[in-house]
């Protein structure tokens, strides 16, 4: 069974940083788009970051991030562990939510949308003190 597991959320002051790890089982890492999402107190689940899976990353442009978040976090894959992380530095307070590691179908939906992903962890929860 597919099994995607987050680890290394916790509590951190505003301006710190965080590293997220997303361990996949079931699927290998390197033939799926996956992805971060996250889901604050009262809001819809967004999409935060995106790696595209190696086969088929034409564009040359492998990563792709909310614009809320660019420059700040950093989305990565190590094949070899066939896991996923996201690296969050500047972090604020309205940051505050679950995250989510996704794994994606292959109808080539945008990123943003939820319906185009297959598999979801269970998230990992990252609270950011003001």
């Known amino acids: 069974q597919v099994q995607l597991v987050e680890s290394g959320g916790g509590l951190v002051q505003a301006g710190g940083s965080l590293r997220l790890s997303c361990a996949a089982s079931?699927?290998?890492?390197?033939?799926?788009?996956m992805g971060w999402f996250r889901q604050a107190p009262g809001k819809e689940r967004e999409f935060v970051a995106g790696?595209?899976?190696?086969?088929?990353?034409?564009?040359?442009?492998?990563?792709y991030y909310a614009d809320s978040v660019k420059g700040r976090f950093t989305i990565s894959r190590a094949n070899a562990e066939n896991s996923v992380y996201l690296q969050m530095n500047s972090l604020k307070p309205e940051e505050t939510a679950v995250y989510y590691c996704?794994?994606?179908?292959?109808?080539?939906?945008?990123?943003?949308?939820?319906?185009?992903?297959?598999?979801w962890g269970k998230g990992t929860l990252v609270t950011v003190s003001s």
């Open positions: 996704a794994a994606y179908g292959s109808s080539g939906a945008p990123w943003e949308v939820t319906n185009g992903v297959d598999y």
């Open positions: 079931g699927l290998t890492v390197s033939s799926y788009n």
């Open positions: 790696i595209v899976r190696r086969a088929i990353s034409w564009s040359g442009r492998n990563t």
